[in-house]
Every structure is written in structure tokens, then in C-alpha cells.
Antibody, heavy 117, light 107 residues
């Protein structure tokens, strides 16, 4: 079971970023894919999840209206797009799944997003 | 949102020492709590789930306990490879939230 994320991104304030998460080693539709981020020196922050089977999503209120989580079942890849970036969006973004328990037991390697003015 | 407060924020201990980290939830979360270890440049790694269950492959020197609002994470005999930051995380209520972390170093 593996999640492989896209590479680091550098964006200007006000721009959007899309991070991908390629899943392998399991049936893609079996587990929700969660997105989290971790700003420098901070604990992880949960952003929301996508149900790969239905495409349904749940976002934390903080990111409502600014985040979109999508998926492509045919290439077993999930995406997280964050718009209207600000400097406080500089963070490592992770995808993660919960395989068999209510905990994040499989993580992607992380994608560093740097927002500059 | 449920706030998770860890204590201490950092600590140093000697190899072989017993190390204890506490995590307090702002309201009752039953046993819906997990513990993670994170080393620099790596994603968090699950150590303990449902407050007290050891994840497969994790050494038995790691232990979790507690319920309700107060939880304890213990390393019975600190090893050099345990140097990392440790986080608690609740899943009783959305949004899922994490503690601010405890940075563990070697004396």
C-alpha cells in the first residue's frame, strides 16, 4: 500500500496550487483519502477528505470555499487544490488513509508548497 | 473544535530513561485518541491507536493509556532512535485535531 505525491511547488500569493496523490497496492475505492498540512514548526492540521467511490467530500470549515478535493478513479489518483494562496499556506501537504482503524496509518511522502509574495 | 493540549512541549532524557507525555482534550473524547511519532523530513508514523493499542511492528516500549479527557504516552526505556516529535490526535469529532507536539531529545 503506497501513496505517492507530486513534487514541491512555489507559488505567488493569490495563486492556486494542485497537489496529487497516486494510490497503489489496494483497491482505490476502499478508503477515504484525507488531506492534512503541516506548517513549519506546527502540528498537523486536518483539511478534509474525499470518498474515492462517490467523489463526495468533507472539508473543515477553515478551508470551505478555498479548497477542492477531487479524484480520478481510472488512474487511482486524488487531488487537492487550494486557491487564493497566502503566505500562511506555506506548509507540507500530506495525503493519508485509514486502513482498518480510525487512524492515519498510511501517509504520502508530503509535498512542500511555498507561497511567496 | 476539540483542542488537544500536550505537555511538555519539549523534553530531554537519557538513554534508558522512562519518558512520559500527557495529552488533554478540551472535552470528553472517550478513547478516540491516537499517538504519532514524526522524525525530521518524514511523515508522521502511527504508534498507538484507540488510546492504548500498539500498532503492528511498533516496539513494546511504547505504551498509551487514558480515557475521557486525559491521556498518557510512555516510553519505558528511551532509545536513541526514539528522538522525534510526538503528537496526539483525536477523532471523536470533526474536525480531526492534533496536539501541538512534544519534541523529545537526548541529554
Amino acid at each position: 500500500v503506497q501513496l505517492v505525491q507530486s513534487g514541491a511547488e512555489v507559488k505567488k500569493s493569490g495563486a492556486s496550487v494542485r497537489v496529487s496523490c497516486k494510490a497503489s497496492g489496494y483497491t482505490f475505492t476502499d478508503f477515504y483519502i484525507h488531506w492534512l498540512r503541516q506548517a513549519p514548526g506546527q502540528g498537523p492540521e486536518w483539511m478534509g477528505w474525499i470518498n474515492p467511490k462517490s467523489g463526495g467530500t468533507k472539508y473543515t470549515q477553515k478551508f470551505q470555499g478555498r479548497v477542492a478535493m477531487t479524484r480520478d478513479r481510472f488512474i487511482t489518483t486524488a487531488y487537492m487544490e487550494l486557491s487564493r494562496l497566502g503566505s500562511d499556506d506555506t506548509a507540507i501537504y500530506y495525503c493519508a488513509i485509514q486502513v482498518g482503524r480510525n487512524a492515519f496509518d498510511i501517509w504520502g511522502q508530503g509535498t512542500l508548497v511555498t507561497v511567496s509574495s | 473544535d476539540i483542542e488537544m493540549t500536550q505537555s511538555p512541549s519539549s523534553l530531554s532524557a537519557s538513554v534508558g530513561d522512562r519518558v512520559t507525555i500527557t495529552c488533554q482534550a478540551s472535552r470528553d473524547i472517550t478513547n478516540y485518541l491516537n499517538w504519532y511519532q514524526q522524525k525530521p523530513g518524514k511523515a508522521p508514523k502511527l504508534l498507538i491507536y484507540d488510546a492504548s493499542n500498539l500498532e503492528a511492528g511498533v516496539p513494546s516500549r511504547f505504551r498509551g493509556s487514558g480515557s475521557g479527557t486525559d491521556f498518557i504516552f510512555t516510553i519505558s526505556s528511551l532509545q536513541p532512535e526514539d528522538i522525534a516529535t510526538y503528537y496526539c490526535q483525536q477523532y471523536d469529532n470533526l474536525p480531526i485535531t492534533f496536539g501541538q507536539g512534544t519534541r523529545l531529545g537526548i541529554k
